[in-house]
């Protein structure tokens, strides 16, 4: 399909932080579609667990400044309004999310629906699922209310798998979220390039002390995006050549209490930290409450409007690791409506990611997503 393919030459050549992926085949619409393969190889430098291929991050070529300015032009040159389709008439989608979406995840979601409504498509969307079988009895209800494809940000991917796979064979199936691999029989999965995400937050913080220092590190080991996010940015720090030590790597869960007290710990033992990263907006404002009054910046990799808001109000707020919701849901709806005419479709597509500051957020906007 010739419009994702040029996606893909505008941002290897566009943004200075992106990654070169191999090849994947491209899925026809062919009710005996064979499994994807799974090229991940996380020892390479790509993101852990990802199915998007083999990704090598040249140090040398990695700017902040320079992400930035290209990926204005990317997003003003991508993401486009919807076009009426006056050759067919409307189409019925479904939309399955799990109870707890990430934030990037519910503003997908929520651009998704908007732009199917303003090509005067529906959406038919199920109540979130808190777990891996109400979220496949909400799959199988969505099929039996004919609609003519299913987005699916899963509660767990590997408990949907065999649920995905029996219902791809009549009804097409678009994935993201969280997948470590693509299902047999799901037509594509679209990913945020979380790697490079956390990447541009520890070039910028290497630029900003070119001396080096102390940094700590707030992840999630249970999520995949988080990891993904959490592994760029120890990477760029420790390739920036920029001596950035990280003294601690805390490792959380969903409690905020206890997420807050080991920060706090953490910066009483190392009080000269110069950065502190958080896999997520919402770990970020915890960062936040416990970093006033000190000299430690706080980077996140999210980019949501709230976050946004204090680049440049928070002193302790650096930089976000931005994802754009708005192309991945145009990215979901023109796959959709592309396979439904007939074309094919990649089976994995990324969406890029850039760093926004206080210096480029005002290019951004506060008031919503990118």
Known sequence: MKRFLALGLALALLLSLSACQTPHTATQPDPERSAPVDTTDPADGSAAG?????????????????????????????????????????????????????????????????????LGDSLVTAKPASDAQEQIAQLNALAGQK?????????????????????????????????????????????????????????????????????????????????ERTQGFLEAAEESGVELEVKEQLEVQEHAKDTEKLVKEALKEHPKAVGFFAASDR????????????PCLVYSADGSP??????????????????????????????ANEYLDGEAVEEEQSAGTFLITAKNVEKYGTDGWQ
């Open 50 to 118: 990802s199915a998007e291929g083999s990704v090598e991050h040249d140090p040398a070529d990695q700017s902040a400044a320079a992400s930035a300015e290209a990926s204005e032009s990317v997003s003003a040159m991508l993401i486009k309004e919807p076009e009426l389709e006056q050759q067919r008439g409307p189409r019925t989608f479904g939309l399955s999310m799990p109870k707890h979406a990430t934030l990037t995840q519910a503003a997908v979601a929520e651009a998704l629906e908007k732009r199917l409504a303003a």
């Open 306 to 335: 709230a976050m946004k808001e204090q680049l440049g109000k928070n002193p302790n707020l650096a930089g976000l690791g931005a994802q754009s919701p708005a192309l991945m849901a145009q990215m979901l709806e023109e796959s």
């Open 147 to 227: 609609v003519e494809a299913i987005f699916l940000c899963p509660t767990d991917g590997s408990a949907l798998e065999e649920t995905v796979t029996a219902l791809s064979a009549n009804l097409p199936i678009f994935g993201f979220g969280e997948w470590d691999f693509t299902p047999d029989g799901m037509i594509s999965v679209i990913r945020s390039d979380d790697y490079n995400a956390g990447y541009v937050c520890g070039i910028d913080l290497a630029e900003r002390f070119e001396d080096g220092g102390d940094v700590l590190v707030l992840d999630r080991p249970d999520s995949l995006t988080m990891t």
């Open 283 to 294: 770990d970020a404002e915890l960062l936040l409450k416990a970093t006033a009054g000190t």
